[in-house]
């Protein structure tokens, strides 16, 4: 089993910030990346940030700088810090890990966190 729980968020002035966290914990051999999403109301689920092993990132382009995600392979924890926030940012924020729960088998799964809530709003 896995469990993937994440923590944070809340409500934020624009221009404000926010500090997303999440593990990753259960039966874990190795995490391939793990990366934080967002779903805003009637849209699609997006791709807001990631981290693999080696620490290579990656961000969406309307992060613009603004946000810097991190991670602790030890502790198998991800986090993402939302500086400068607009309310376009508002959101519920998913943690996403890329694992492999058995040694021998090559293909990694995705697992997501149930999500958080970011409201920006002044």
């Known amino acids: 089993q896995v469990l993937i729980e994440e923590s944070g968020g809340g409500l934020a002035q624009p221009g404000g910030s926010l500090s997303l966290h999440c593990v990753a914990s259960?039966?874990?051999?190795?995490?391939?990346?793990m990366g934080w999403f967002r779903q805003l109301p009637g849209k699609q689920r997006e791709m807001v940030a990631s981290?693999?092993?080696?620490?290579?990132?990656r961000y969406a382009d309307f992060v613009k700088g603004r946000f810097t995600i991190s991670r602790d392979n030890a502790k198998q924890t991800v986090s993402l810090q939302m500086n400068n926030l607009e309310p376009e940012d508002a959101a519920v924020y998913y943690c996403?890990?890329?694992?492999?729960?058995?040694?021998?088998?090559?293909?990694?799964?995705?697992?997501w966190g149930q999500g958080t809530q970011g409201i920006v709003s002044s």
């Open positions: 996403n890990v890329e694992l492999i729960q058995h040694a021998g088998v090559w293909s990694p799964d995705k697992y």
């Open positions: 259960g039966t874990i051999y190795s995490i391939y990346a």
């Open positions: 981290i693999v092993a080696n620490g290579r990132t």
